[in-house]
């Protein structure tokens, strides 16, 4: 039971560390989170150019959950040769869309407390922030992405992370968190894991993500605090 106990608490850190960490890239927290919900949201046209998505992306606007979605759809509408187009950079900036797109920031700072007022709890508390994150999000730009080579091997570890923690998510949403993890933790299981192809390729997109995250040095150090972000990649929580 501690073994488990223990385990859980990992995966609720490694969730909460890795959709915070996306988010303050944009400085959230550069002011107080009541006048961020005042701001008006941006009006996010579907011929919007390539550009002014980036733009907006690039702003606190993008750590709103209904924007990055919003943006996230937008984006799938660009040709793959626009978005092969872009800097390492702007590519980044896309990959932090994933986190807010995917959990609320709300959602998150309740799971917060109630993982500390229900200890006995946990794993039922952290399947269902895993499995109550919006499949509305468009993960198809994410997905192209983290297929691209140079961003996998040069792109910030934190963001490859982060999006694919979305995709995660979206899966989860799905078909529940326990048989996401019990997959990535078996990659050889994809196969016959009785997922839609769609699901499938999804979730191989993680599974290679992964692969490659673990033969960079740099990612080796992806960890905050004694939480190692690739654990959730891994499903070795």
């Known amino acids: 039971m501690e073994a488990v106990m223990k385990n859980a608490s990992r995966l609720a850190g490694i969730i909460i560390c890795t959709f915070f960490l996306a988010v303050s890239c944009r400085q959230l927290f550069t002011e107080s989170m009541g006048s961020s919900l005042e701001r008006d949201k941006p009006s996010i046209s579907s011929s919007a150019s390539l550009d002014d998505l980036l733009d907006i ?10 924007v990055a979605e919003e943006l996230l759809d937008a984006l799938a509408d ?8 872009l800097s390492l950079d702007e ?9 807010a797109a ?3 920031l709300g959602e998150l700072a309740n799971l917060s407390n109630e993982l500390s007022d229900n200890p006995d709890n946990q794993n039922e508390l952290i399947r269902d922030i895993m499995e109550n994150a919006t499949n509305d999000v468009d993960t198809t730009v994410l997905e192209q992405l983290l297929s691209d080579e140079e961003v996998l091997t040069e792109a910030e570890p934190e963001a490859v992370v982060v999006a694919a923690a ?4 979206d899966v989860s949403a799905e078909v529940g ?8 933790a078996d990659p ?5 894991s009785g997922l839609t192809r769609e699901q499938q390729d999804k979730l191989a997109i993680v599974i290679n993500a992964a692969n490659v995250l673990e033969t960079r040095e740099d ?12 654990d959730l990649l891994r499903g070795t929580i």
């Open 57 to 66: 992306a690039r702003s606190r606007d993008g750590a709103d959950q209904e």
């Open 78 to 85: 660009k040709t793959p040769e626009e978005i092969d187009a």
């Open 91 to 99: 590519k980044t900036d896309i990959l932090n869309l994933g986190g």
């Open 102 to 104: 995917a959990i609320d």
């Open 166 to 169: 979305a995709i995660v998510a």
């Open 177 to 184: 968190a326990e048989r996401v993890m019990d997959i990535l």
């Open 188 to 192: 050889s299981s994809l196969e016959s």
């Open 219 to 230: 990612a080796q150090e992806t960890t905050i605090g004694d939480f190692d972000l690739l």
